[in-house]
């Protein structure tokens, strides 16, 4: 074994080699992860769900793989799952009352994925209930707490996944992105959020919020361990009509590219009113050091940035009033008890089952569907649409990376934002027109302020997710900010 | 006052697929419930729909069979509302862009004129499950095995002005469908079900009265009956002083009465909007060109043919040819009998009742056509005669083995040999004196009626066998031979 690093500090990339090299086994490095478990978790409650048992079955199945030669790279690697990920006979929550039961009778293609190249699930990820939220705070099973500032949010709706990742709980997890719940979280974290382009994961077995936004993606360290994630995680699925036909890369092959050249564009909407100077500057600091590295810079404008929250504001509620309906009591899920009639199944089944957040979303959705609010906000939201996408398309004429904050401040405290809404939608202003446009976007470490994690967002053309880890990782290759573990996670 | 009836449908067809819209359970009728509903039917977390093609030639096949216009880009859209049998929460449907636009398809009225319905469009949806109310000791069970079963609905203009027209155009739209082979047409089974929009408004007047629409009827007697009820409650209640509140209507067939579903004020918003988890489908000129390629005889071409080719009157060629495998039953008989008029005569007449009866479909017959030919056959040929003939068909349909075997064991085959029939001719003639003497005598305007007591005396003895046709000539010429 590594004398010098531990298990848990080590990438994807360097367990993989471990494992080849017989320097340990899938047994020994999922013990060591669910111990990890066992003992720091009830500190973070990054997990809602440890599948210990299944885990060891599938480490010793990886161990006999890898003995025979030839297995894939993330064989024997031991992984978290959002538990928005439907996982067969492993209870999938979505972090609800309504799901706290629900076991379903099978696996999402993401999942299907992992075990066909042998990865070992340590088991499910705490996260805001049904993926709505930006704290965390919104689970049925208590929020999450920053590795890094136990009295400051992970971010969310990835929250469980970041920070199990963050706290070297997980050497890595998948998640996912409807507004900037990878990216945010990640960012808020200290660890690095990859979320890719609309339709290059299938949605298939992924609980959905707003399905023309969801889009599933890993949280990593490094960007190298996002690209053998997305490896794996890319897949055309033919039970997602959404999902794309189109050739998965190996996105580490091209990670070494040379940047020189590369032209990055900053959008000036991105540096005005809003944004934290401290935060401001640690973005400021890495555009120097693309600077340095060939990058030429210029700035750009994304002109339609601000009405990107309200536009997104009213689809994703709008598409969740429908996509949530189907928990109504009837066949799997939280049921009231002792119905007086239908009316009363419903009302008390959806009343109780679901949380305020999830409710205030289903209300919102709703009434900009109804008759006579329609045209004002539901067709006025997808013409927003179009125009930020024209916004990305005329940007991406003369840059190939857009370059901002993913966030307008670093992790805030429990409780700072629950009373208002709208301060918490803003949290996520840069991350959420990536997802109206469809475009793949990652969010990296770039320093701390004040102990905390503040993050660098680039996010490149549609299906050009290649690229965009090549540029990441040409970033992570000079510094060393996604290198720094949390105080919290060393503790142990 | 005199009063104008206006009514408009809503059909729901069920598409002949052989798994549902968006998923791959069966849409086989009949099954154990809930053993025909994946988890895709049951709206499980996670699971995405995918639209079955074959769901969309078929709409398309309707489109073109009825002149209209196929949307090459159209949309599925989400209908939200709560109800056990709907599982996902909202009903997959088109609004804004169905895959079948305007067409119009013709109906025959009595009077033997033709009116063109307008079609205002068709679209493509899924159907729900089924909520059975009894049974379940005061609970509702749910059966969710034709959730997801593609259906068309096709919107008619109001165009149809009474009972009779409005179940002329079901009847044709039974007929297309059938035809196309895109929908078994088992009215029994839900295939196909009618929503009639109905209103009625003072002869003459150009406004239309506010309209109600009873739903949900399964067969065309029904259809019939509701209208006329709610034509009548309607005109009641104007003449009462009262007026028309519109609203949706149950009508109960076994009561014969009609009761209030809902208010246009309860009604539902539905809160359509695209479905994000189906891309909109795109269609060019070559798909639908090739599947116009496909389209079988429709029957208004079919009905066309059988006047020219077999020369059958407007009444026949329309009545054999609006069901396809009555007209394939037909042209097999026509075709290898030779005689399309007998062949109609006998598919309309003694088959048709002999089905009825037995509550059998013609698919089901004990009766090949091959065989009702080979019957038909033999009366042509004159190997037996029409009545013996009904006889033989008693025995085909009881089994007893085609109508030369019968024909043949049962001695019935047509005695026309010359010798033979003079001898039963001179029989009759000899024992019945008093007959002959009232012959002789009368005028001879009343003689050939008179004949009709001798005929019916030798058929009698022949045991119907005698050809009546050569009966007459030997009877004429001997009785004349004594006058």
Redesign the interface.
Known sequence: MNDTVALHDMTLAELSQGLRDKQFSSVELTNHFLTRIGKMDAQFNSFITVTREQALVQAQAADDRLAAGNAPALCGIPLAHKDIFCTKGVKTSCASKMLDNFLPPYDATVIDNFQNSGAVMLGKTNMDEFAMGSSNENSFYGPVKNPWAEDSVPGGSSGGSAAAVSARLSPAATATDTGGSIRQPAALCGVTGLKPSYGRVSRWGMIAYASSLDQGGPITRTAEDAAIMLNVMASYDDKDSTCINKDVPDYTSTLNDSIEGLKIGIPKEYFGEGLDSATGAAVEAAIKQYEQQGASISEISLPRTELSVPAYYVIAPAEASANLSRFDGVRYGYRCKDPADLQDLYKRSRGEGFGDEVKRRILVGAYALSAGYYDAYYNKAQQVRRLVKQDYDEAFKSVDIILGPTTPSPAFKFGAKTTDPVAMYLEDIYTISANLAGLPGISLPCGLVDGKPVGLQLISNAFTEARLLNVAHQFQQHTDHHLQPPAASVSA | MQWETVIGLEVHVQLATLTKIFSGASTAFGASPNTQAC?ID??????????NEQAFRYAIMFGLAIDAEISKNSVFE?K?Y?Y?DL????QTTQLDNPIVGAGTMDIQLPNGETKAIRIHHAHLEEDAGKSLHEDFHGM?G?DLNRAGTPLIEIVSEPDMRNADEAVAFAKKLHSLVTSLGICDGEMSQGSMRFDVNISVRPAGQEALGTRTETKNLNSFRFMERAIALEVERQIDLIEDGGSVRQETRLYDAEKHQSRSMRSKEEAN?Y???PC????PVILDDDYIAAIKETLPELPAARTARYQSQYALSAYDADALSSDTVQARYFETVADQCGDPKLAANWIMGELSAALNSAELKLKDSPISAGDLAGLIARITDGSISGKIAKQVFEAMWKGDGNADSIIESQGLKQVSDTGALEAMVDEVIANSPKQLENYRTADADKRPKMMGYFVGQIMKASKGQANPKAVNEILLQKLNDLL
Do not use: E, H
């Open positions: 988890a049951l709206a499980m977390p996670g699971t995405l729909p995918v639209a989400r939200n709560f056990p599982p996902k929460g909202y509702s749910i918003d809160r359509y909007f994000p988890d189906l891309l």
